[in-house]
Nanobody
Framework: QVQLVESGGGLVQAGGSLRLSCAAS????????MGWFRQTPGKEREFVAT????????VYADSVKGRFTISRDRAKNTVILQMNSLKPEDTAVYYC????????????WGQGTQVTVSS
């Protein structure tokens, strides 16, 4: 079982920056990937960015490439999403995701943190 605690959401003006953090706790923690998804009312949750835990390989949604940076701190079991040049369309609840692949893939989710970008 993996527990995730997110922090760092809030209200920012367009063009501003926010930094999201997600700390994981588990008896043994060896994920395949950690990442971020986001969701707005009435829409499905969408992929934002992911990073492989061992190699640090990253993948980004086209909508955030060049503006968002995902990183991980393996010593602290933490994944960070640095969001720059924020746009009103980035407004959403952001969810931390961990995928474990010891057998069949298992996904764990944080509780979500609100990001609001005003124009």
């Amino acid at each position: 079982q993996v527990q995730l605690v997110e922090s760092g959401g809030g209200l920012v003006q367009a063009g501003g920056s926010l930094r999201l953090s997600c700390a994981a706790s588990a008896r043994t923690f060896s994920p395949y990937t950690m990442g971020w998804f986001r969701q707005t009312p009435g829409k499905e949750r969408e992929f934002v960015a992911t990073i492989t835990w061992s190699g640090g390989n990253t993948v980004y949604a086209d909508s955030v490439k060049g503006r968002f940076t995902i990183s991980r701190d393996r010593a602290k079991n933490t994944v960070i999403l640095q969001m720059n040049s924020l746009k009103p369309e980035d407004t959403a609840v952001y969810y931390c995701n961990v995928q474990v692949r010891t057998g069949a893939p298992e996904d764990y989710w944080g509780q979500g943190t609100q990001v609001t970008v005003s124009s």
